[in-house]
Nanobody, 117 residues
């Protein structure tokens, strides 16, 4: 059974930092494309960052230079370091894993990030 669990969300002041973690069980994160998405209530879920099975990283324009994605194969986690946070980053952040061969997809339950001004 595959399970993705996000953690690390919370309340932070504008300009602050948070580090989110996506812990996986049932799949090796090193062999999957791992993505972070975020969603504001009433809006569509939007792409934030990803790391492929070949460790290639990509970022949404809105977070480039402020967020960094990293993978720990031993812990089987993918983290999202978020710096210089602003109110526009307030959202529920979701971890997503995609099998590069079958494109089967898994989602976590999400973690709330709230940035106060």
């Amino acid at each position: 059974q595959v399970q993705l669990v996000e953690s690390g969300g919370g309340l932070v002041q504008s300009g602050g930092s948070l580090r989110l973690s996506c812990g996986a069980s049932g799949i090796p994160v090193s062999k999957y494309h791992i993505n972070w998405f975020r969603q504001v209530q009433g809006n569509q879920r939007e792409f934030v960052a990803s790391i492929t099975n070949h460790a290639e990283e990509s970022y949404a324009v809105a977070v480039r230079g402020r967020f960094a994605i990293s993978r720990d194969s031993l812990k089987n986690t993918v983290d999202l370091q978020m710096n210089s946070l602003s109110a526009e980053d307030t959202a529920v952040y979701y971890c997503n894993a995609v099998d590069p061969t079958t494109t089967r997809m898994y989602w976590g339950q999400g973690t709330q990030v709230t940035v106060s001004t």
